[in-house]
DNA sequence: GTCTATACATGGATAGAC
DNA sequence: GTCTATCCATGTATAGAC
């Protein structure tokens, strides 16, 4: 995904040049969230080994040389990309987890999330990109935040599920819900590669019988 | 990763051609060894989108025309690491989960494994391996093998640890096998990217309270 | 803002010398 | 079995026309 770097770096981009990100403005708008979706595209269908300029470009019918106009280089939209998602993901999980008040309704959130995620192809998309960010630190950072608000958002409905009960002052929360955040990005992972959609399924049947189980005890428990 | 595919394909490799795979005679087992070490610390510090045959053989201050000598292309010379990591890898666990007999135990065994292949980078190498096995079958065929045989491994002990206890007939040891099985690669996935190494380290924590606990009330509740 | 054309670099893969 | 040299495909990035 790189070759040379004969590019000026960052400099100030003085006039008209080289608009690093997306100038704001109006006129292109359209042209760049085609190549957000073609470059989505291509991350889901060829992987982060397969993504160029060019590839991208074939994905939404596009012009090569429009990704560099609009985004610098590649890896400039790429990051627009993993920014774009998150911020997406974020507002999804936050209404999802808003009205979590039992271990039952997190896990069926869980599982309706993971279907709508893995239906749509997000989850495939953020596995590349989080691979190709362990090579790259710009868009590492553009990933990072967006697991990061993920992890937060499963830890308050955590916390909120177990307010006013025995476990909340037993149960690290925040180790918790970062354990949660991975196991879901390990089981995209994990299905990428054995194609057994029923196994996530099954998960969350067995997940539904214990939460439920233990939702009753922390009732019990509290009171 | 890939340009053409001019190869006369899987052809029946006539006399002295392109041995696809290792010819498992004697001369030039060093050097396979060596591009199997170049691969895997390309695909460590490189990532999946860095890796070429040029690039591995930089690695590994090897001549790039031997990778296709030996394994006729890139891809099938990650697909041995793939296979040699998964075998290694197999036979650790087998080892270090063949004395499980507690939940206390798993945790610890697991924190353990987690520890060393961290500092070894080979999770890291599972990873990108994933990663490139998205859009490429027969990687992902090699891949999915060391897969398996973990999450089997993994139910082994489960099975264990459980027998002879209330939650044998309750808890869905197959399903749960394949949750901490995932639960490790996403959680390398995650590191990758938060770079945040207490964490996890205070996860295992948390599990050491949780499972001794959990031990303790399964010892009371069977005898 | 978008396109065509083009430079230059890198990579896959092979032939042939050693 | 390994190396050098080479061909050709692909990719990055820019210049300049529209």
Redesign the interface.
Known sequence: ??AQAQHPEASVATTPKAPRRAPASDAGADTRDRLIDAARACLQ???????SARAIARHGDLNQALVFYHYGAVEGLLQEVARIDSDRRAQLYATELAAVATLAELVAVGRRIHDAEAARGST?VL??L???????PAL?EA??GG??AWTTLVEQALGRVLANTPLASV??I???A??I???????E??G???GDLE?VD??FT?LD??SALVDALLRSGTA
């Open positions: 995904m790189s269908s060829e992987g982060i080994a397969g993504v495939v596995s590349q989080l691979a190709g960010a362990h090579s790259s590492g990933v990072h697991m990061a149960v690290p925040g180790d918790i970062y354990a955040a991975s196991l879901f990005l390990g089981l992972l994990m990428g590669v054995d196994r099954s998960l067995s019988a214990v």
